[in-house]
């Protein structure tokens, strides 16, 4: 599937799966996001779906890789301090749906298919999105989008 280009706004951390470092790192992040209502500071928000993005990959999943969680903007005209601004440009993208309790590894379960799966990956900028679907953590949805070549 195509998707359009879009911007994003919002905190960000550099991390690796080397290790087990981003299952430490990305909680984190997801808790910032949520304990300090990062969501509600983000200007010229387009909706509240959540964006989880992989990107800036040095190589590939097995290397050192940026994660940004925010919302989609009109715009990245006004940028708030101590966050980050990102476009990810027009792309084909494979879509998988994590379901399940997402308090218990359901998205990531999700990505370990995709990482064991033989895609052709562009290691360009990869997306997860937290919509009204998600709300219900026992018994959710999460698409996953995986940029291809």
């Known amino acids: 599937m195509s998707i359009k280009r879009f911007s994003i706004i919002g905190i ?3 991390t690796t799966n080397e290790g087990g470092k981003s299952g430490k790192d990305i909680p984190q992040l997801w808790n910032k996001f949520i304990s300090e209502n990062i ?20 190589k590939d999943h097995t290397k050192p890789y940026t994660t940004i969680i925010g919302c989609k903007v009109s715009g990245l005209d ?4 101590d966050m980050i601004g990102k476009t990810i440009e027009n792309s084909t993208y494979e879509k998988f749906t994590a379901k399940g309790n997402l ?9 370990l298919k995709i990482w064991n799966s033989d895609l052709n990956r562009s290691f360009t900028s990869d997306f997860e999105v ?16 995986i940029a291809l070549k």
Do not use: F, H, M
């Not at 969501?39 to 040095?58: F, H, M, Q, S, W």
């Not at 308090?103 to 990505?111: H, P, Q, R």
């Open 12 to 14: 960000a951390i550099r």
């Open 39 to 58: 969501g509600d500071r983000i200007p010229n928000k387009l909706d509240n779906a959540i964006y989880c993005v992989y990107t800036d990959y040095e």
């Open 78 to 81: 006004e940028i708030p301090n």
């Open 103 to 111: 308090t218990e590894g359901a998205v990531y379960n999700e990505w």
């Open 130 to 145: 937290y919509d009204q679907r998600s709300a219900n953590l026992q018994n959710g949805e999460v698409d996953i989008y």
